[in-house]
């Protein structure tokens, strides 16, 4: 009697591997999407509270559709058939996601939406239909098994039970293996070919999935195959991102998506974005050029506080582009640098494009600085060791991923332990001064361990707009504004005094931070909006450049218009590429009132924008008007911006240029000929510089100069075998020889 029963487990076990193993692969290739889903957007949206919500919201919902949807097909079609069906269409939509995801990415409409609302429809339209396809795969796979003849709970309680164990297992994988191992689109294509495979595993005829089979397996060569032609295909069909000619190094790290950017060649500037946000920007081979502000206070406050050291302790929370570690082992040899980064990938794309050598003398601790410090008091505890840090700085902040347990009292207070007490710690936080819960939490939990607490940012970004702010912590009293003030940075800047710091914690009502009340997503959610209005502004102002490029002027200067009512801050440079355009079209009046409002609204906001193009090109047009008057202060102004720029970026020819041109306009050509010169000397392949020395020196007839000047200029084209290239500077030097042969005549006669 036993063994007949014992025959009947065993069978009831047979007939459970496949239904199984089938939920078990289901389940695993939604939660692998679902981990998946987050990188996927970062790119576009940033990693923030709200994208893990709409993520988690999204798949949940899909998943809850997807087994109601599910139990009906379960009782209307034949199992098999079913999930032959499901797994084909559930691939399809893999090629979907990458698909819609590159799509909606560029669609403006979706900017138009407030934060919340954009990543909410961004995340439903790329993954609500893949979510809801894999969660219709459970019933029928429990209905199967139950037409089996298996005992009821049994059977659903197993059929739950690998769900769930499938679920983990996608999850570890992909959390600790798949997307580091291979990166997310890598997977998104892996999944979908799994879940093809399984469609002709169950469909009794196989030869109906060829078609489907060869379809993916070409759409999967366009988007993955590194062949030029492949790029070019796939990002025509939405498989690839569109093709950035900027990007010198890109990777997917187990933590971000990061990615190198060549702004210009002539300086070779870059900079270093994480996900979507650019977190550093470097002129390579030029270290102490700091492109950021809140790099010029750090320096500014370091070099106050260390005037007697030659050798620094300093530790850094986060790398970054490792711009200021560089800077400290440049400027003081020998000092003891740690970088505290989470992420290797950070260090290791640092390394490779960003210009920090392989031997160099900084040492990256990889782990999260919280666990490192305390590790470091634990064995500063045992060894008895206490030699203190003298700076300690805070870059591992954003509006969109703030790891809120670096800025708890009960992290500060660790920070106060290893803190020398003449040393500083700094932070670099980003937030709205008008709004400021985030800042004035971040300062009145601070103010709970130091005892002196400072707050330095940008005097020119208005109160409204999002700005960055450094925080500065110490134990002793610090004459900030004296420090500041000794040290010449880019941009003006303002120390908040103690009726911001009023200001500041009456906001946030008296919040302090702590290891169990950190809501820094909540306090950060107004500058999040604010920033969505920033992208959708560019967005408006990418499509406006592309308009141009068409010879659509019409329409580019209506998005423009849209990106100046979407971002103020942007309103300067709209109106002054507006009146570049109506200046182009030769329409003068309307130029003209482009130019003064792009003026006028740089004046009242002090954002300090480059105006020196815009005052020229006003002047030009002035000019063309005939009202030489106006013109002649615009082109004075024009000068003054330029030389400005001239001393700030002394290697940098097109400044030297754009001086030149603009000190001609106001007739003193002997100043304008030396910055013609200098252009010359820095740039000397540019036939562009020497033309216009030429014109320079011709207006004030000075022939033999300028014959001279251009025969070298004509013998250096043909050293460097650009003889093809000099006919421009062989005309001019006929000319010249002919009006000095003129000029000669007439003083002989």
């Keep these: 009697m036993e063994q007949p029963q014992s025959n009947s487990k065993a069978l009831a076990a047979k007939s459970l591997i496949v239904p199984a193993a089938t939920v078990f692969i289901s389940s695993f290739c939604i939660m692998v999407l679902e981990l998946v889903a ?24 899909g998943i809850s559709l997807g087994n109601y949807v599910g139990g009906r097909i379960a009782d209307w079609f034949q199992a098999g058939k079913a999930l032959a069906a499901l797994f084909a269409i559930s691939s399809a939509t893999c090629v979907l996601i990458i698909i819609l995801n590159n799509l909606a990415g560029q669609w403006i409409w979706l900017w138009n939406l407030s934060w919340p609302t954009r990543v909410f429809t961004h995340v439903l339209l790329v993954f609500m239909l893949p979510s809801t396809l894999l969660g219709t795969i459970s019933p029928v796979v429990a209905k199967m098994a139950l037409d089996r003849g298996l005992p009821t709970g049994r059977t659903v309680g197993a059929i ?31 999944i979908g070919g799994i879940l093809l495979l399984m469609a002709i595993l169950y469909c009794a005829r196989i030869w109906i999935f060829c078609i489907p089979a060869v379809v993916f397996l070409s759409a999967m060569t366009l988007a993955m195959a590194p062949m030029p032609w492949c790029r070019n295909a796939g990002a025509a069909l939405a ?11 890109r990777d997917e790290t187990p933590y971000c998506y990061v990615s190198v950017k060549r702004l210009s060649k002539d300086p070779d500037k870059r900079e270093f974005v994480q996900d979507k946000l650019t977190h550093s920007k470097i002129v390579m081979n030029d270290i102490n050029d700091l492109q950021y502000s809140y790099t010029e206070i750090y320096a500014a406050i370091t070099h106050a506080l260390s005037a007697d050291k030659e ?3 300093a530790m850094l929370i986060g790398g970054g582009g490792y711009v200021f570690p560089r800077y400290i082992e440049e400027t003081w040899p020998g000092s003891s640098i740690e970088v505290v980064e989470i992420d290797p990938g950070v260090t290791k794309a640092a390394m490779q494009a960003f210009g920090l050598k392989r031997e160099t003398t900084i040492k990256t601790i990889t782990m999260d600085a919280r666990n490192y410090i305390d590790q470091l008091l634990q064995r500063r505890r045992q060894t008895g060791n206490k ?9 591992a902040f954003n509006d969109y991923s703030v790891p809120y347990q670096l800025l708890t009292k009960e992290f500060n207070d660790k920070i106060s332990q290893i803190l020398a ?30 005892p002196h607490v400072f707050v330095i940012t940008e005097a020119r970004v208005p109160k409204w707009a999002r700005n960055t702010f450094v925080v500065v912590a110490a134990k002793r009293e610090l004459d900030i504004e004296d420090i500041i003030s000794k040290y010449e940075a880019s941009s003006d800047l303002w120390c908040l005094g103690e009726s911001d710091f009023d200001y500041l914690i009456d906001k946030t009502r008296g919040v302090v931070l702590t290891d169990d009340y950190a809501p820094v997503e909540n306090l950060l959610a107004p500058v999040v909006r604010q920033s969505a209005k920033g992208f959708l502004a560019h967005r408006y102002i990418k499509e406006a450049q592309k ?43 309307a130029a003209i009132e482009a130019f003064n409002k792009a003026i006028e609204y740089n004046e009242q906001a002090q954002l300090g924008h480059n105006l020196a193009r815009v005052n020229f090109e006003l002047g030009t047009a002035l000019q063309n008007l005939e009202r030489d008057e106006e013109a002649a202060d615009h082109f004075k102004k024009a000068a003054e911006l330029f030389r400005e720029l001239a001393q700030k970026f002394p290697d940098t020819a097109q400044f030297q240029f754009k001086l030149g041109r603009a000190l001609v306009k106001t007739l003193d050509f002997d100043a304008a000929i030396e910055a013609f010169k200098k252009a010359v000397e820095i740039a000397p392949d540019n036939l562009d510089n020497y033309i216009e020395l030429a014109k320079a020196l011709e207006l004030q007839q000075r022939y033999d ?45």
């Excluded at 970062?42 to 993520?55: D, E, F, M, N």
């Excluded at 293996?177 to 294509?189: C, D, R, S």
């Excluded at 937030?431 to 300062?443: H, N, P, R, S, W």
């Excluded at 200029?713 to 062989?730: Q, V």
């Design 239 to 249: 498989l690839r991102e569109p093709p950035d000619p900027t990007i010198i190094y």
């Design 421 to 450: 007490d003449d040393g500083a710690y700094m932070l670099t936080l980003i937030d709205i001064y008008d709004l400021a819960k985030y800042l004035g939490a971040v300062v009145n939990t601070l103010k709970q361990t130091f």
């Design 705 to 749: 100069e300028g014959i001279e000047m251009l025969q070298k200029a004509i013998d250096y084209m043909k050293s460097k075998g650009r003889s093809d290239n000099d006919t421009p500077l062989r005309t001019l030097l006929e000319v010249f020889e002919f009006k000095k042969w003129k000029r000669t005549k007439e003083q002989r006669q």
């Design 547 to 589: 308009l141009a490029k068409q010879g659509l002027l019409k329409e580019t200067v209506a998005f423009y218009q849209k990106a100046a009512k979407a971002k103020p801050q942007l309103t300067t440079i709209a109106y002054s590429e507006t009146g570049f355009i109506h200046f182009q079209q030769a329409d003068y009046p």
């Design 387 to 395: 030699q203190p840090y003298d700076f300690i700085y805070g870059d």
């Design 38 to 61: 987050a990188r996927l957007i970062a790119r576009h949206l940033g990693a923030s509270l709200y994208t893990w919500t709409a993520v988690i919201g999204v798949v949940l919902v």
């Design 311 to 313: 050798r620094l302790s």
């Design 160 to 190: 739950y039970a690998w769900g769930a164990i499938g679920s983990i297992a996608g999850t570890f994988a992909a959390g600790y293996w798949l997307i580091g191992a291979m990166g997310t689109v890598a997977i998104v294509w892996i």
